[in-house]
């Protein structure tokens, strides 16, 4: 099944600039980390794996520092191509508002289950050592960073 069929279902890209994308054969282990304006103001923090971008909805933005823990809701696999993207989504499309970079680079990944994801992430703003554990509730996963 392409991961990526919920993403392109949700779109009309004749109306978008979001890119239409296409599953890749190799990831390069990056991240990114997207402010957007939508209907409520959160953070789309994503990795690049399994030739998509994997995504979570996180409303109150990727931690910083220790001891914080942040609500992360996973969404549909974005394309790769998606890792630049910034730009006006237009109104009375999936997802409209603004969409900003707040940091990007790559990671490292070092665990990955069904239910957990222990990760390093090497950006401009987020440096250091994450986990995303995932919550008995289908899409709903804490993101926080680790000692």
């Not at 998606?82 to 707040?102: D, L």
């Not at 990671?107 to 069904?114: Q, V």
Request: aromatic share 12%.
């Amino acid at each position: 099944m392409n991961s990526l069929k919920k993403y392109w279902k949700k779109r009309k890209f004749e109306k978008t600039p979001e890119p239409k994308g296409k599953v890749l054969k190799t990831s390069k282990n990056r991240f990114v980390v997207q402010e957007h304006w939508a209907k409520i103001h959160h953070f789309d923090f994503r990795l690049e794996m399994g030739g998509v971008l994997k995504s979570w909805a996180v409303p109150k933005g990727v931690p910083e520092k220790i001891g914080l823990k942040r609500l992360a809701i996973s969404v549909e696999d974005h394309p790769v191509s998606y890792i630049n993207f910034e730009g006006e989504i237009p109104k009375g499309s999936y997802g409209a508002g603004t969409v900003k970079i707040f940091d990007k680079g790559k990671y490292e990944l070092k665990e990955k289950s069904r239910d957990r994801i222990i990760f390093v992430l090497k950006g401009k703003k987020l440096k250091g050592d994450y986990c995303l554990i995932k919550f008995k509730k289908a899409n709903q996963w804490l993101l926080f960073k680790t000692p």
